[in-house]
């Protein structure tokens, strides 16, 4: 009725004006000065990225201990617009097939969690989170080279409770006609637990139920740096443990980097984490993560309908339906060698138009009459070492925990690595997922953890 349109619409534009003093939801007048909080001097935990995982982190920091005015926690992001965040510029997509048990357990939990976000995530009398989530397999094609490997994943992906099928190339022509199964040689769909969703939606609903649980937040820079005396490749003597020292923070309206006393930090600063000690000159290996980016839009007429999947080439390209309106997104991971300079986030429209259309096309032969339509660039944490997350503590750092490196998949494990991350702090050790390969260890040691499923 009347009074519940009103009511949305209140709450609509009550979440999307500024605060007026800190308030949440406070209209501020045209004319009226903003008066940001202060920035504490002290907290218990500084989590550094205003991303999905550095809100998941906050909010299973405060879930977890379960005292609404007990541990302090301080989540600082410098670009509160998030125009080149990885989580809102990706392709939202959660899938089971993964070729390592802990990403296929952490897909698990995510699932879970998603299906009942508002029994975690709700806030009382707020609307109901809605992530729009679109249920629709993934679909792995695999050469005749890469048949056995395929087929050995999914099996692993069985052990562990997936629901997914091989089809054939004739099950797979059957199933999707619009699919050229030429040089297919066999191909893993998922059944359950997979498909694609909002994930601004997903990250506001973290920040809200955190903020709401009383995790402070603000816009900075943040500086974290290393213990006096010590180097940024080993420690002085004796070699044990150190710690590092008070996250300095850089507010918009202020000139200095003002020092906030904490007893833990969380680097969640996605593509930047690896900067953020590089630049602190801490101790310890570089944490090898490094900014990509990349998505492109087109629409097709007559290209795949309500059923498509969420398709991942044997050529490396993937896409997906956006709508059911013959709108679709997707894209492919250059070589390394070819992969865009960083620092520019300006879209190249002939890497569309000569890598990804013809391969498209040969795949999709309905997409040879695509029309292009949007691009937009953005950045999302790659690890180069072997692209799994790193989560756990810092080495060297006692008191620096890793968050960080998951390459594209961080929104859907968010809800599991967050978790995880949480359990590490408050409770001293994992309970939910045993993540403890994912640690920090296996970069000194040189022993990557291989993803088949990328």
């Known amino acids: ?174 199933k999707f006609p619009w699919i050229d199964t030429q040089d297919v040689a066999v191909a893993s769909y998922g059944l359950e637990d997979e498909g694609w969703f909002d994930p601004w939606t997903l990250l506001s609903a973290f920040r809200r139920k955190a903020l709401s649980l009383g995790v402070l937040s603000c816009t900075g820079e943040v500086r974290v740096r290393g213990p006096p005396g010590v180097g940024p490749y080993g420690l002085c003597d004796p070699p044990q443990f150190a710690v590092c020292a008070a996250p300095q923070i850089h507010m918009r309206d202020s000139r200095e980097f003002q020092p906030v006393a904490c007893a833990i930090v969380v680097n969640a600063a996605g593509a930047w984490a690896g900067e953020l ?23 097709c007429p007559n290209g795949p309908g309500f059923s498509c999947p969420f398709l991942v080439d044997t050529t490396g390209t993937y896409f997906r339906r956006d709508g059911i309106a013959g709108n679709y997104l997707g894209g492919m991971s250059p070589p390394e060698e070819d992969e865009p300079d960083p620092s520019d986030l300006s879209v190249d429209y002939e890497f569309f138009q000569e890598r990804v259309w013809p391969r498209l096309a040969q795949r999709v032969p309905a997409f040879a009459s695509l029309r292009p339509g949007g691009a937009w660039g953005g950045y999302y944490d790659f690890n180069t070492f072997d692209q799994n997350g790193v989560v756990g503590p810092h080495p060297n750092i006692e008191n620096l925990f890793i968050l960080a490196g998951f390459s594209g998949h961080g929104l859907q494990h968010a809800p599991a690595a967050g978790r995880a991350l949480g359990e590490l702090v408050v409770r001293g050790g994992y309970e939910s997922l045993d993540l403890r390969r994912l640690g920090w260890g296996r970069l000194e040691g040189g022993e990557r953890l291989e993803e088949a499923v990328v």
């Open 1 to 174: 009725d009347l009074d519940q349109m009103l009511g949305r619409l209140g709450r609509t534009l009550k979440s999307q004006f500024p605060s007026l003093h800190g308030k949440e939801g406070g209209w501020i007048p045209p004319g009226t000065p903003l008066q940001r909080p202060p920035l504490p001097e002290e907290a218990d935990v500084v989590v550094v990225g205003g991303g999905v995982l550095g809100w998941a982190a906050a909010f299973w920091l405060k879930a977890l201990e379960g005292r609404r005015h007990g541990m302090r926690v301080l989540l600082v992001e410098r670009d509160p617009t998030y125009s080149q965040a990885s989580t809102v510029l990706s392709a939202g997509g959660i899938r089971q097939q993964f070729s390592l048990p802990e990403n296929i357990r952490m897909s698990q939990f995510s699932a879970k969690f998603l299906r009942n976000i508002n029994e975690h995530l709700g806030v009382p009398n707020e609307p109901p989170i809605d992530i729009q989530f679109q249920p629709s397999g993934y679909l792995f094609l695999a050469p005749h080279h890469g048949a056995e490997k395929l087929e050995a994943t999914v099996q692993l992906q069985r052990d562990e409770g997936v629901q997914v099928a091989l089809l054939s190339p004739t099950q797979l022509k059957e």
């Open 277 to 299: 000690l590089r630049v602190g000159g801490l101790p310890g290996p570089p944490l090898p993560i490094q900014p990509r980016v990349y998505i492109f839009s087109w629409h």
